[in-house]
Nanobody, 120 residues
Framework: QVQLVESGGGLVQPGGSLRLSCAAS????????MGWYRQAPGKQRELVAT???????HYADSVKGRFTISRDNAKNTVYLQMNGLKPDDTAVYYC??????????????WGQGTQVTVSS
């Protein structure tokens, strides 16, 4: 009943930029927080950045100063602007949302993931 749909991944050269988008839809009453996680081959999924409904943000140390998370509350959409990309940023990026449904159930939802590859 709740879907997160990501877009914007792809192949980019080192130093390049990409912008990821994630739109939440369905029986949503309120979204508390949205964020991005990533998982590289052979590694555990790790937090990249989160943003709460009030606008407060949190970033992994590895992306501070290069990535910017933002949110359009009216569209239930979160964005991740990625600049200065490095080969180490190569991973599948997953959107995450902590939200309350119209049935007043609070839960966590994940998108299907979008591949980001940084390579020359």
């Amino acid at each position: 009943q709740v879907q997160l749909v990501e877009s914007g991944g792809g192949l980019v050269q080192p130093g390049g930029s990409l912008r990821l988008s994630c739109a939440a839809s369905g029986s949503i009453f309120s979204i508390y927080a949205m964020g991005w996680y990533r998982q590289a081959p052979g590694k555990q999924r790790e937090l990249v950045a989160t943003i709460r409904s009030g606008g407060s943000t949190h970033y992994a140390d590895s992306v501070k100063g290069r990535f910017t998370i933002s949110r359009d509350n009216a569209k239930n959409t979160v964005y991740l602007q990625m600049n200065g990309l490095k080969p180490d940023d190569t991973a599948v990026y997953y959107c995450n949302a902590e939200l309350q449904t119209n049935l007043k159930v609070t839960s966590e939802y994940w998108g299907q993931g979008t591949q980001v590859t940084v390579s020359s």
